[in-house]
């Protein structure tokens, strides 16, 4: 049997050892494994790249001869838009029931009456199924300023399938398409393609 004195010094010397570990393990649990710095492109393990972003392919027709054709207008005349050479055409795809179509008209307005004076037309086919009985009231609702004709299957065809509407076309004053976008085309986006293809354009005699 120990002595009440030697049990106190063993409970003592107990205390001492288990508080001594326990600091231990948690100075271990607390500051862990040091971070590892980041992987080199030429490190061995691999690690996950952010996806790479793409730009949006150019239309086949960029940069080619824009497809001839010779439309009746709504008032009666020809539109043969060969007979436009050395100037700017806007070829622009619309129908009366698309809404993008019906808000970009009054920006098409606007920049028609700003560079009508400077060889610059803009050009609507319509491609309603009703043809000029439904572009007609429209057109004299909006107070369409600029020549409108109905579109064909056919002409889609020859300008890449027109797979969304709107859709529209720069044809510089050379007849080559300067640019195509498909859907709405903002006013201040046309006004920056225009400009300085407006350089190229002899002045009318």
Known sequence: MLSP???TRLYGIGALT?????????YVTVTGPPP???????DSQSTERPPTQRTPAQHPLQGESAPDFSL????????RLSDHRGEIVVVNFWATWCPPCRKEI??????????????VTILGISLDDQGF?????????MGINYPLVVGSNRLTRKY??????PT?????PEGTVQYARPGFLPKAELRRQLKPLLKRVEPSS
């Open 18 to 26: 288990f508080t001594t570990l326990g600091i231990g393990l948690l």
């Open 106 to 119: 009054p920006g098409f307005i606007q920049l028609q009456k700003e560079f009508g004076t400077e060889e």
């Open 36 to 42: 590892q710095p980041p992987m080199a492109d030429g």
């Open 133 to 141: 009985e439904a572009v007609r009231p429209y057109a004299e609702e």
């Open 72 to 79: 009746e207008q709504m008032n009666g005349e020809p539109f």
């Open 168 to 172: 529209s076309f720069v044809v510089g």
């Open 160 to 165: 890449g399938g027109v797979r969304a509407l």
């Open 5 to 7: 004195k030697w049990k």
